[in-house]
């Protein structure tokens, strides 16, 4: 009898309790929907070249400005078009307005320009040549697109 009795406790289905288990996918499920990231299709919209060939022109003015500590040079491409001393990183503002006006009346289409900045130039230094450079006197925008880039000291040459 004892045998019976055993056998039939081990026969007798045992009972899950899955509330808990119900109670966490109920608070999962809505929140893993919630922070899930949805993959977006997006359209990339290509300029591909047509049957003529035809050769890109380049800018008429490639305007750098070199920024060092002590020193402000304009150039054109390769070619120094102007340079300032800049003593105590003074630079002169006004003059640098006057010829980039003149530049954007002779180049209208331009609206590039490149700024190479030696390390030791300040914050503000930087800002107020951004702003020379992006509007002249009267509020009118010169040259909007400027990209910055790190001026090598030994080389005088930049990279971005």
Do not use: C
């Amino acid at each position: 009898m004892r045998r019976h009795r055993r056998a039939a406790r081990r026969s007798e289905a045992a009972e899950l309790n899955i509330t808990a288990f119900m109670n966490l996918m109920v608070v999962l499920v809505p929140f893993l929907l919630i922070t899930a990231v949805f993959s977006r299709l997006t359209i990339l919209e290509l300029d591909l070249p047509s049957d003529s060939v035809e050769v890109p022109q380049q800018p008429s003015l490639r305007l750098r400005l070199q920024v060092a500590e002590e020193r402000l040079r304009v150039f054109d491409g390769g070619r120094q078009l102007r340079s300032w001393a800049a003593p105590d990183g003074a630079y002169p503002l006004e003059e640098l307005g006057e010829l980039l006006g003149d530049l954007k009346r002779r180049h209208p289409s331009v609206d590039g320009a490149e700024l190479l900045l030696e390390g030791s130039v300040s914050y503000d230094s930087l800002v107020q040549l951004m702003d020379t450079v992006r509007i002249d006197a009267d509020g009118a925008a010169m040259f909007a697109r400027i990209s910055l880039g790190e001026l090598a000291a030994a080389s005088g040459e930049g990279r971005q």
